[in-house]
């Protein structure tokens, strides 16, 4: 039915919104205060859409590429990414958004062209640090006098510790998935037979995949201030809270993903103690430890070690959390004093935040 275009029914304005009392009959149209659909093209949905994608309507590009601008540097060049309109925010430098909206158009609308453009643009590869001064000149980097910094949306953070696990499932498609959630949250909030986390690859899928009841919303996605979805929400929220830094140090998929990654460093960072870190960091930071980081995590794991040699039953009740089988060749009690160096790398700041 949606895809046939019949014979429209007429359509009133409602007075007072009562709708058994019609006013004016109305017709399809486009905002007056935009360029008018071309007369050659049909009064309907298909007009519709080329009028949408038309180089003379300016609107589609601009609103486009200031969310792509939002989702890199935190903000849109116009703040108000839901309002375009006279009640929005005025574009903080209005010839950057047009050249980019006309950038976009002229690649055929090309989503990964527009997506290289910027994070290959001096804008956005220079350094996020701040001096005193430029922060109380620009707070809000208006002027682009430096980079990013942001803490990364759930999707990203949860998706990001399976990745350097080696965790993550790349496939794509597919139905919705079920991963871990606390027992109990959903008999509280919705009653019924509860929650049943997936077994196997349903547990490790991207972020994208995961199965969600609006009433009962996956944790760790509201507790990083993922939107309901009771209603479509393009302007992102971000907050730093106690419950936060719990869910990324407590959670199951965190836990599992650090005692991965604890394998990982055993098995591919190298003998040393020095070589594994050195890898962790990579793999999570995209950089090598810093002299005085390296010997704090030094002395940290060699605490760890000592703790874990004189009690194998909380070792071995450390590195059980999850579902992901444990090579039998590694020792329980090493293994419970990486995966804490692990964990402890995906806490730092610079794990969850763009910088």
């Known amino acids: 039915m949606v895809m046939t275009e019949g ?69 849109g060049l116009v703040k108000t990414v839901q309002d375009f309109g006279s009640q929005g925010d005025w574009p903080t430098n209005l010839e950057l958004l047009d050249w980019l909206a006309c950038e976009f158009m002229d690649r055929g609308w090309n989503v990964k062209a527009l997506q290289k453009l910027i994070v290959t643009s001096s804008a956005y590869r220079q350094s996020s640090a701040v001096t005193p001064e430029l922060l109380q000149k620009d707070p809000e980097n208006h002027l682009l006098a430096r980079g990013p910094r942001l803490r990364l949306g759930p999707e990203m953070i949860r998706d990001q510790a399976l990745a350097v696990s080696g965790l993550l499932v790349e496939k794509l498609g597919g139905p919705s998935v079920k ?137 071995k009740s450390f590195v059980n959390h999850g579902d992901s089988p444990q090579p039998r060749k590694l020792d329980t009690r090493e293994l419970a004093a990486y995966t804490s160096i692990a964990s402890l790398v995906l806490n730092l700041d610079e794990a969850v935040t763009k910088q």
């Open 7 to 75: 014979k429209p029914r007429d359509t009133f304005v409602l007075k007072r919104g009562a709708y058994d009392n019609p006013g004016d009959r109305v017709t399809p149209g486009v905002p007056g205060i935009l360029p008018p659909l071309n007369p050659e093209w049909p009064n309907n949905r298909l007009g519709l859409a080329r009028w949408l994608v038309d180089r003379a309507n300016p609107l589609t590009a601009r609103v486009t590429v200031n969310r792509f601008w939002q989702m890199y540097f935190g903000t």
């Open 179 to 315: 991963p871990y959630q606390p027992p109990g949250l959903w008999q509280e909030l919705a009653g019924g037979d509860g929650y049943k986390p997936d077994r196997g690859e349903g547990l490790y899928r991207r972020s994208l995949y995961t199965y969600w009841k609006r009433t009962v919303a996956p944790p760790f996605m509201v507790n990083f201030d993922s939107p309901n979805r009771e209603t479509c929400t393009v302007r992102e929220t971000r907050t730093n809270t106690p419950l936060q830094a719990l869910d990324l140090m407590n959670d199951v998929t965190f836990v599992e993903a650090a005692r991965k990654l604890a394998e990982r460093m055993m098995t591919e960072g190298g003998k040393e103690p020095r070589e594994r870190i050195d890898f962790a960091y990579e793999l999570v930071l995209a950089r090598p430890p810093k002299p005085a980081e390296m010997q704090v995590l030094l002395e940290t794991l060699g605490s760890f070690e000592v703790r874990y040699r004189g009690d194998r039953r909380s070792a």
